[in-house]
């Protein structure tokens, strides 16, 4: 598995990254598996949100970790916080919102440690732009949580170019990457000036449902004519349709890095094969026309 050090000054992360957002059935067992099938196929950076599975899914990762605490030092982990979600693990919040002040940044990361059975983040993302962020407020956050050296790095997920140059003009330390939906079903960022700004910083994005989220799978969404196009050209390469799609995004020139979701250990191993894929540029564009159902002008 390829490495990429994802700004100048941020972490190494394996170019592509498990996810753990679906991961809330699992066993304890299971978690073990995918973590391991990981990790033997190369990827050591694994995605996590405090809210994801109810905020259930780190502290099945932890208890892993737990386990096993030797994993720690092979391995990156990322974490996110901001959005509060209604719960019955919340009594307090009775509304969806998003929350980036200093105090629920900083009650947050300690919960995340707690749950994921660690004394240290790698990469924390701001999970939603809020639109009552006070950018000082978040600064200071991730300066005490820096000093505190209970975060490595930091950055941000979903936001546009505008709200990430704002945060960047308060932050002290460089923001080392902006996590965004993108795949061959959701390329708009890829023209929109998103990516070009993350390119511009020197920074490597993080591709969020790089599958769209398993839509093309699923027998009610996907397109019959879409899916012959896929399949012919994923037989011409020898690969799978999911590993074409991820070859897709793996050569675009932003080293952006995939996060797999699935949660079938054989899934891991097939996405992390789709790095040996070298697409040529003519089936890049032929990939875009099916997508969009017409050529570039
Ligand atoms: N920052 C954010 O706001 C944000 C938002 C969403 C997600 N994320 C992160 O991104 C990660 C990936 O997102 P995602 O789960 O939407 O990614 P994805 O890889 O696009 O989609 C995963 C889904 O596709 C299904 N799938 C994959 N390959 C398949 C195949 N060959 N046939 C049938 N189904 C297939 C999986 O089912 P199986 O489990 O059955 O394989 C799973 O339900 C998450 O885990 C999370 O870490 C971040």
């Not at 599975?53 to 030092?73: I, W």
């Not at 660690?118 to 991730?142: G, N, Q, S, W």
């Not at 939906?181 to 998103?194: A, K, P």
Request: some cysteine.
């Amino acid at each position: 598995m390829k490495r990429r050090k994802i700004h100048p000054s941020g972490p190494e992360f394996s170019r592509i990254i498990t996810g753990a957002w679906r991961w809330q059935a699992l066993s304890d067992q299971s978690v073990d598996a995918l973590i391991q099938e990981s990790l033997e196929n190369g990827i050591t950076t694994f995605d996590h949100a405090d809210i994801y599975g109810n905020y259930s899914c780190e502290a099945l990762f932890g208890n892993v970790l737990k386990n096993q605490p030797s994993l720690r030092s092979r391995i990156e982990l990322v974490t996110k916080c901001g959005i509060k979600l209604r719960s019955d693990k919340k009594p307090k919040t009775w509304i969806n919102h998003y929350d980036n002040t200093s105090n629920h940044i900083i009650e947050s990361v300690n919960a995340s440690l707690s749950n994921l059975k660690t004394d240290y983040i790698d990469l924390l993302l701001l999970h939603r732009p809020d639109p009552l962020m006070d950018p000082a407020e978040v600064a200071e956050a991730f300066r005490l949580l820096k000093q505190s050296g209970k975060v490595l790095h930091f950055g941000v997920s979903n936001y546009t170019p505008a709200q990430f140059e704002l945060l960047q003009s308060y932050v002290h330390d460089k923001l080392v990457t902006n996590q965004v939906e993108v795949s061959l079903f959701y390329y708009h960022l890829i023209f929109d000036g998103t990516i070009d700004t993350l390119m511009r910083h020197r920074i490597s994005p993080m591709a969020w449902s790089p599958l769209g989220g398993g839509k093309y799978f699923s027998q009610s969404d996907r397109d019959e004519g879409v899916q012959a196009s896929l399949e012919e050209m994923a037989a011409r390469y020898e690969c799978s349709v999911s590993q074409l799609l991820l070859a897709w995004l793996l050569t675009h020139p932003s080293h952006m890095l995939p996060i797999l979701g699935t949660t079938k250990p054989e899934r891991i191993r097939e996405g992390a094969k789709a790095i040996e894929i070298q697409l040529d540029r003519q089936d890049w564009f032929a990939l875009l026309r099916i997508a969009r159902g017409r050529d570039v002008d």
